[in-house]
């Protein structure tokens, strides 16, 4: 506005120059008026649709970041805030667990009650593994029937009663097909623990492993590994 304003200014102090002193104070009156009338309905108006775009464009961030079906975090997404949580955590030594959890028999989920099952299957079991998490922990669907969990500040004790917590918890869902049936869920839970500077990508693959242990010795139970020994410091056994 103040740059309308100076042009205006200038324009009319060249084309009333000659003018009688009367006139040339109307026309340089007239040059910070109108472009002030016009430019302010203007100026507001930019600024709604610049508070719209920003509105917009947060709202594509969430978006981008999260999983339309389950709403939880994505897979880049929650890999990204674990790195960087990781990093904040390492400052202070402080101890943490990652988990992985796989929905038990999901393809047979899909190909028994349908599609339309197996997602609602996915949204329930995303609900009941949250509702387990306190507020700073970070949840996120991995892809498929995969999730992941980072829990900063637990030790041995607490990692294991969260796990057998998503055990228990997933296992009492009440989900019916649409034809009426009762859908049995359960998920088999893989953990690392860990008390000092580890990579994501460490820290995952250990996680990966108790996961895939814990699916091969029967599902629905959780295995626990300690980040550097790599050794299991917990089992559940088969409900």
């Known amino acids: ?6 042009v205006s200014l200038a324009y009319n102090a060249v084309m009333f120059r000659n003018a ?25 108006y930019l600024l709604l649709k610049l508070r719209d775009l920003r509105i917009l464009n947060r709202e594509l961030q969430i978006i981008a970041a999260h999983d339309g079906l389950t709403t939880l975090l994505n897979r880049r997404a929650f890999t990204e805030r674990a790195e960087a949580r990781l990093e904040a955590m390492a400052t202070g030594d402080v101890p943490g667990a990652l988990f992985l959890i796989d929905a038990d028999f999901f393809k047979s989920i899909n190909d028994r009650y ?28 991995l892809g498929g029937e995969e999730f992941g969990v980072l ?9 294991m009663i969260v796990a057998e917590r998503f055990c228990d918890s997933v296992a009492s869902i009440r989900l019916t097909s649409l034809e009426g049936k009762l859908v049995p869920l359960s998920v088999s839970v893989g953990g690392v623990l860990f008390d000092a500077q580890d990579s994501f990508h460490a820290l ?12 091969a010795s029967g599902r629905n139970r959780f295995v ?11 089992e559940r056994a088969e409900i």
């Open 1 to 6: 506005m103040l740059f309308c304003i100076a």
């Open 20 to 44: 009688h002193p009367e006139p040339f104070r109307l026309a340089m009156m007239s040059a910070v008026v109108l472009p002030t009338i016009l430019a302010g309905p203007l100026f507001v």
């Open 114 to 141: 349908g599609h339309a099952t197996g997602d609602r299957a996915l949204k329930a079991i995303a609900l009941r593994l949250k509702e387990c998490l306190r507020p700073g922990d970070i949840i996120g669907r």
């Open 151 to 159: 829990l900063p500040g637990v030790d041995r004790s607490a990692a």
């Open 204 to 215: 995952y693959q250990a996680a990966d492993d108790r996961l895939y242990k814990a699916k």
């Open 224 to 234: 626990l590994a300690n980040a550097v020994l790599r050794e299991t410091v917990a």
